[in-house]
């Protein structure tokens, strides 16, 4: 399915929009804002999933497997590819704030063991 991917320049906005035939479509327009002002992004090529096939696979105790909620760096691996898994719902930013959240945490962690000391 031939799906292309645009920055929005006047909303900043990620939109992904289904153009059957480029050669007769026009120009794309925001469904958001409705600017013409749109940058075509290269993405990488994926597979459109129902919403409930996608719910099915998180719910799948399978993709617990090798978890260690005591290694951050395991719970941040699982929780990048439960974000992939949601997509765009997940939000932009999705995978720097698990990163972030993992360096406060490590820190914090530090922080007690000297303490300690």
């Known amino acids: ?23 007769t479509y026009g120009l794309p327009k925001c469904p958001k804002c409705g600017s013409e002002k749109l ?11 129902s919403e409930e096939s996608r719910m099915e696979r998180l719910a799948d105790p399978s993709s617990f497997s090798g978890v260690d909620e005591n290694d951050p760096a395991s719970v941040a691996r699982w929780a990048k590819k439960m974000g992939r898994e949601l997509g765009d719902e997940a939000g ?7 990163d972030q959240t993992i360096e406060e945490d490590l820190h914090k ?5 000297e303490s300690f000391e």
């Open 92 to 98: 932009e930013g999705f995978d720097e704030m698990v």
């Open 109 to 113: 962690s530090t922080d007690k063991e």
């Open 39 to 49: 940058e075509r992004l290269m993405s990488r090529f994926r597979t459109l999933r």
């Open 1 to 23: 399915m031939p799906i292309y991917e645009y920055q929005c320049l006047g909303c900043k906005s990620k939109v992904s929009l289904l153009i059957l035939n480029p050669s």
